[in-house]
């Protein structure tokens, strides 16, 4: 895979005092985009990803009065588990969002019975162009690493989840802390969510900002795929938090 992405990248960060502050604002956020979506063409769209640092936003977001039946949330990636099993991003999303006033959103998830995450590819792919994009608002987080959706540096996968016109594509990383055991995903594409009404991107915790300054400094997108939606979408919200 070729280097690119050598370039500095100037984003700035919205910084909260504390966490349910970031997520009572983006709750705001987020509920005026999907709201607009159902008033203008009876639905909406919402990509969310699993993890710690959005889950207040999740439980937030799960109290609004929304026609929650009218939105599709989308999960941004998943561990190549089946919902119920120990990192399953879907099982997170369900508990987290798909609960209180927000139980009748529904929930899309990317886990395919008795496939491979390869296999699965072409399954995934189809069921997405027939969902109505772009999306409303897309929720992003980032690894220590720098990755975010399921873009883990140098992984096997990576340039065709950053390059292609695809929807979604299988990824398998490298090993490492980050990734854990389970290093095959299945993830949204920048194709999938680069076009997004609204996209943002949650921090927490000292780590995390240091990690994403560096990924703002010059350097490949291979080292760090966050890059690749820093590079495509400059207006990205990044709110951090302690």
Not at 33 to 45: M, S, V, Y
Not at 88 to 110: C, P, Q
Not at 200 to 209: E, F, M
């Amino acid at each position: 895979m070729g280097e690119s992405g050598l370039m500095a990248r100037a984003v700035d960060v919205i910084e909260f005092t504390r966490p349910p502050h970031m997520a009572d604002r983006l709750a705001d956020v987020v509920e005026a985009n999907l709201a607009r979506a159902i008033a203008e063409r009876g639905q909406a769209g919402l990509a969310v990803s699993g993890g710690s640092t959005p889950a207040g936003l999740y439980r937030t977001m799960s109290q609004r009065m929304l026609p929650w039946s009218k939105v599709t949330a989308t999960l941004v990636d998943e561990r190549w588990v089946p919902p119920g099993a120990e990192g399953s991003n879907e099982t997170f999303v369900r508990g987290a969002l798909g609960v209180n006033a927000a139980k009748a959103v529904n929930i899309v998830g990317m886990w395919r019975d008795a496939l491979t995450h390869s296999e699965a590819e072409a399954q995934i792919n189809t069921g997405l162009r027939n969902q109505a994009r772009p999306f409303d608002a897309v929720i992003l987080g980032m690894g220590n690493d720098g990755h975010t959706a399921s873009w883990f540096p140098h992984a096997q996968g990576l340039e065709m989840a950053v390059q292609s016109d695809r929807l979604a594509c299988a990824v398998t990383a490298n090993p490492s802390e980050v990734v854990g055991a389970h290093r095959e995903r299945m993830t949204l594409t920048l194709a999938a969510i680069e076009d997004a009404r609204f996209i943002c991107l949650l921090l927490s915790g000292a780590q995390k900002r240091a990690a994403f300054e560096k990924a703002c400094a010059d350097g490949p997108m291979e080292d760090m795929p966050v890059r690749a939606i820093l590079d495509r979408r400059p207006d990205i919200w990044v709110c951090w938090s302690p």
